[in-house]
Every structure is written in C-alpha cells, then in structure tokens.
C-alpha cells in the first residue's frame, strides 16, 4: 500500500512538471530573404537611383515609339513624370563626386598610363557629378537658369571623357581577368592528368567567371551611358541620338547597374 501511494505522488509530480517542447528550428521563408535583401538594396542611394532610372527610360521609351496617340492624357502625364523623374535623380548626386576623389587616392598605379587613365576616369566622373549638382540647382530655382545649357554641356562633357578613361580601365582589367582564366584551366587540366584534386581550383574558376560576366557587363552599360553623354553634347543631332535608341541604352544601363547593386547587397 505505501508503494502504491508513492508511485501516485511521484506520478502526480511528474504531471505537475511542464513538458518543455524543444522549439523547432525553422529556416527564413525564400520571402523573407528577398524583403531583407530588398530593404538592404533599397538603403542604398544607388538602389534607389537605379530603379528611378529604370523608371524614367521605360517611359521614354513608350513616348519615343509613338504607340500613345499626342492627345491622350496618359502620354502627358508620362511627360510629365519622366521630367520630374529625371530632376529627382540629379538630386541623388549630391556629394557624389567625393567618392571619385578618395577612389584617385586609394589607388595604387604602377605605370603612368594607369595614373593617366585613373585620372581621366575619375576625373572625368567627378566633374561630372559635380557639375549635376550645379545642374540641378539650376532647375531647381536656386541658380539662375540661364545657366542651365552650359552647365550641361560642361556636364556631358566630362560624363563622355570619364567613360573613355572607364572603358580603357575595364579593358586592361577584362585582358588580366582572361589570362588569369587560361592560366587556371591549364593547372585544372594538368592537376587533373595527375589525378589530383581539383575542387578549390573549379571554386576559384567559378568565381573568376563571374567577374569575367561582370566587368563585360559593366563596358556594356559604360557604352550605353557614353552614347547617351556622347548625345547630349551633340544637341540630340546625327543618327547615334534617335530617341528610341538612346531610351533603349538608358534602359539596358539601369538593368544592368540594378543588377551589380542587387548581388552586391
């Protein structure tokens, strides 16, 4: 009788005691990830530049293909939108020509064509976005406008002769990128003959591909914005300045700029 009495207060203890469930571990959800990753992405002033760019060219290319009759409401309000938007991405540029100042004196040259080249590119990107400053005070009110023409004519300017030197850069980078290609397929294939491991070295293949993809992306989009630049110099005259096919660089530019920002998040 005094088991059975112990073994119903013990019994009675253990149901006393809550049972601690162990939590299961539960991985983000694929949507939580893109939020955070969009909220990181949109944080940056180029995040949000780049979809206002995208923005801006997408309607200019429907205004330029003359699919929306001149009257229709629509076409005017994308006018209007496309300046406006085209105003609010000048703003964007504030202060941004510091970055091509500390980006000359980072840098570590070893011949005076990489300094000439540096020079031209950053330079010439720096005037560029200083100049937008002055730009976009001018259309904002705050400096007289008739000083708007040539301040964007100094701007195109400057634009165009930074994209010569940025190009050139990306070149020599692009030929470095390739012989550093050939060079670690030969150590695959020949560690392969011998029988040896080869993961690192497919590891670091990968990666260098994806930097080869990237730098011939980013001479891609140096090419569509220099045509652009190389446009406004020009007043919009000559064949290179048609308004569908410049809406069309500005549009391959800010996909392919919203995708270097996307991965680099």
Not at 15 to 40: G, M, R, V, Y
Not at 162 to 177: C, T
Not at 183 to 195: D, K, M, N, T, Y
Request: glycine share 8%; net charge positive.
């Amino acid at each position: 009788m005094d088991s059975d009495t112990s073994k119903t207060a013990a019994d009675s203890q253990k149901a006393a005691i809550p049972k601690i469930q162990t939590p299961i571990s539960q991985s983000p959800s694929k949507d939580t990830d893109f939020l955070n990753h969009l909220e990181a992405y949109l944080a940056k002033r180029d995040g949000v530049d780049k979809i206002l760019k995208i923005s801006r060219y997408a309607s200019k290319i429907i205004l330029s293909s003359n699919t929306l009759p001149e009257t229709l409401i629509l076409t005017q309000r994308l006018k209007s939108f496309e300046s406006s938007v085209g105003l609010s991405r000048k703003a964007f540029r504030l202060g941004k020509f510091v970055q091509d100042i500390n980006s000359i004196r980072n840098s570590h040259f070893d011949t005076k064509q990489e300094i000439l080249l540096s020079v031209i590119a950053y330079g010439g990107e720096g005037l560029y976005y200083f100049t937008e400053q002055l730009v976009w005070l001018a259309k904002a009110g705050l400096i007289d406008s008739k000083h708007s023409k040539q301040l964007g004519k100094i701007s195109a300017w400057a634009e165009f002769i930074g994209y010569i030197g940025s190009i050139s850069i990306k070149f020599r980078d692009l030929k470095k990128l390739n012989e550093e290609e050939a060079c670690l397929a030969s150590s695959i294939e020949v560690a392969g003959l011998r029988g040896n491991g080869v993961g690192e070295e497919e590891k670091r293949m990968g990666k260098l591909r994806e930097k080869l993809v990237m730098k011939k992306l980013s001479i891609v989009q140096d090419f569509a914005d220099g045509l652009m630049a190389l446009a406004d110099i020009r007043d919009g005259k000559g064949r290179l300045s048609a308004p569908l096919l410049l809406s069309s660089a500005g549009l391959l530019s800010a996909l392919i700029s919203t995708h270097k920002n996307w991965i680099s998040c």
